[in-house]
């Protein structure tokens, strides 16, 4: 076994979880972070990474991998320690102090610990359809959009009525050979701008609104899509002539071990006190999409603010008593 001591551990290297690491080092507090995918981004990276984002201060637009590269290089002068492609199996008090253990075997001695473990352990919501594993296997289903130019001139289905359905609707419609919405009603649980942005192109022919239908079946051969089959609640079935079906129904979310560690839970989140992001157990914390209390929004920027909070409540915690001298980052800049 492996092990480390530090001030902090954060569980999560989302765009909260690499803030908060940011945050720890300005507080000259060490960190180490650890996360189950294999990079540091989250959701930002696995599910979405050329997506553009509108709601980061000071940025109009930012795609959600520019936005990690930036969080990571803003926390590197603090040399937070990675661990990544491991999950968090354990967590035990040790005095005053917690063990985090890995499932590589890495034990963490540490003070506090931030969760900022987004919606904890995910994957899509897949349809019900025959052979689906077989076009999956062959990328003709797929449940995120990693690179945009490999959907360059393809005819594309894409099924929900989500953000995640429209904003790829408006996106890939600029390099598709035809974009397809399927949804089983005319109102979509989205942006109103994204969703005008939609209707718009389809006004002007450039996206066709398959509604009211949902997903039937899949046809082809060897793993090649030919046809998304689409049925009305009347039984009435379209054929759509289709190279990649983009199902977005959301993600299936489990807690996964942290459902074992003895903390308040509110369904599958973490409650959380609002002024310092507390959980049921002292030193420990919770920040982001998988932290609930009243008036909680899910925004990135909203769980930048729990990081900040979340860190400053975690000084206080290790060093009980001892005053701290706050100062704004224009003044003391970057602590050595």
Not at 98 to 122: D, L, M, P, Y
Not at 276 to 294: H, K, L, M, Q, R
Request: with cysteine; hydrophobic share 45%.
């Amino acid at each position: 076994m492996t092990t480390h001591t530090t001030d902090i551990v954060i569980i999560g290297a989302g765009p909260v979880g690499l803030f908060a690491a940011f945050e720890a080092g300005m507080l000259k507090m060490r960190c180490h972070i650890v996360d189950a995918l294999d990079f540091a981004g989250g959701q930002c990276v696995a599910l979405y990474p050329e997506k553009p984002i509108y709601d980061i201060p000071g940025y109009p637009q930012i795609e959600a991998q520019e936005l990690i590269t930036q969080l990571k290089a803003q926390a590197a002068p603090f040399a937070p320690t990675y661990h990544l492609g491991q999950r968090v199996e354990r967590v035990t008090p040790d005095g005053a102090r917690w063990k985090v253990r890995t499932s590589a075997g890495i034990e963490i001695n540490c003070g506090a610990i931030i969760i900022a473990a987004g919606c904890g352990a995910f994957g899509p919501n897949r349809p019900p359809l025959e052979h689906l594993a077989e076009y999956e296997a062959s990328k003709a289903v797929q449940y995120m959009v990693g690179k945009r130019e490999e959907f360059r001139g393809k005819r594309i289905v894409i099924a929900g009525g989500g953000d995640s359905a429209v904003d790829w609707a408006v996106s890939l419609a600029e390099i598709a050979r035809h974009i397809m919405v399927v949804h089983r009603r005319p109102k979509f649980r989205a942006a109103p701008d994204m969703v005008s942005k939609m209707e718009a192109l389809a006004a002007a022919g450039k996206i066709e609104m398959v509604i009211p239908y949902q997903l039937h079946a899949l046809e082809g051969k060897n793993g090649v899509l030919e046809n998304v089959v689409v049925q009305s609640l009347e039984g009435e079935s379209k054929h759509l002539k289709a190279d990649v079906l983009l199902p977005f129904f959301g993600l299936a979310m489990e807690l996964g071990p942290i459902a074992d560690w003895g903390l308040d839970l509110d369904k599958s989140h973490i409650a959380v006190d609002a002024a310092t992001c507390a959980t049921s157990a002292p030193g420990i914390y919770a920040v982001g999409d998988i932290a609930t209390y009243p008036g909680k929004l899910k925004l990135i920027l909203c769980g930048f603010s729990e990081a900040a909070m979340a860190i400053h409540a975690a000084r206080a915690h290790l060093h009980p008593g001892e005053v701290l001298h706050f100062e704004y980052s224009t003044t003391q800049g970057v602590p050595a």
